[in-house]
Structure formats: C-alpha cells, structure tokens
C-alpha cells in the first residue's frame, strides 16, 4: 500500500518529493517545506490519511538545516502509517500550519513551538503550551543550558 501512496504522491507533486525511505515495513517521505500544506491536504483527501496520529520536531545541532519537523499520519480505513518530513532552517525555523488539515495540529505544533521554537506561519494561537508564558528558550534544543535559563526559579502558577 505504501509504494502506491508514494507512486501518487510522486506524480503528483513530482520533484517536491525529495526521498523516500523504507524501513521494517515503514515509509518516510521527505518533501519540500514550502509545500506541506498542499502534500497533506493530499495525503488526507487522495490517500486517506485522515489521522495526524503525531507531529514533533527534531533538533540535528551542527548539521544543515538543523531541524526536521515530522509528521506521522494513520489512515483509518486500511490501517496504514505514514511518515512525511519537511526539513526546516535553524535560522529561522518556520514552516507553514497544516492545522487546516487536521485540527489536532493545533495542539501538537504549539508543542513542538514551546520545546523547539520551530514557529508554523498562519497558526491560529501559537503560544506556549508546556512551559510558563515567560519562559525563555526553547528547552528540547540541544543548545539548551542544562540548568535552564538564569533566572529566579519560577514562583507563580503555570497557568
């Protein structure tokens, strides 16, 4: 099932599919950031993917670009995983929102903003979820201070 999924995908969106990558019977595609959007828009209507089971970003320090945010999607009729990845520059780490796809993308890219600081342009409320409204950094990244910011340990409540 999942060789056609990336046989459609590729004739569709062609050399937007950067690579594809099969591993003890799971699928990851690569595909250009700019175009997440439209790749899971497809993947929902055209291939069934109508499940963001998982989105979360992955912090490679000292490689170029630095991050990944992935995106692991269940089709519910048959059953199947998938795994799309869109690499994302340390920069300035933005990639559109696929809130617009699946809803659930709401909660999980405010995660991987708060942790990471990887932003996802047009997201409806993009504001720390996990940590503290005035917490500084990003504590997933491997650039992170292993003692956390300096600073006075945090008093108020977290909500």
Request: proline share 5%.
């Amino acid at each position: 099932m999942s060789k056609q999924v990336v046989e459609k995908l590729k004739g569709k969106f062609g050399n937007l599919v950067l690579d594809t990558v099969e591993h003890r019977g799971e699928t990851s595609i690569r595909v250009e950031r700019a175009e997440i959007v439209a790749v899971c828009t497809f993947l929902r209507d055209d291939c069934g993917y109508n499940f963001l089971s998982d989105l979360c970003g992955v912090d490679y320090l000292g490689r170029t670009p630095r991050f990944e945010v992935v995106y692991n999607m269940y089709n519910l009729t048959n059953k199947t995983r998938l795994r799309v990845k869109v690499d994302v520059d340390g920069h300035d780490p933005r990639v559109d929102t696929v809130s617009g796809v699946w809803s659930t993308a709401n909660w999980h890219e405010r995660e991987c903003w708060d942790l990471l600081g990887i932003a996802f342009n047009n997201h409806p409320d993009l504001r720390r979820i996990l940590m503290p409204v005035d917490w500084q950094g990003h504590p997933l990244r491997k650039d992170y201070p292993l003692q956390g910011p300096d600073r006075e340990p945090y008093q108020g409540r977290l909500s």
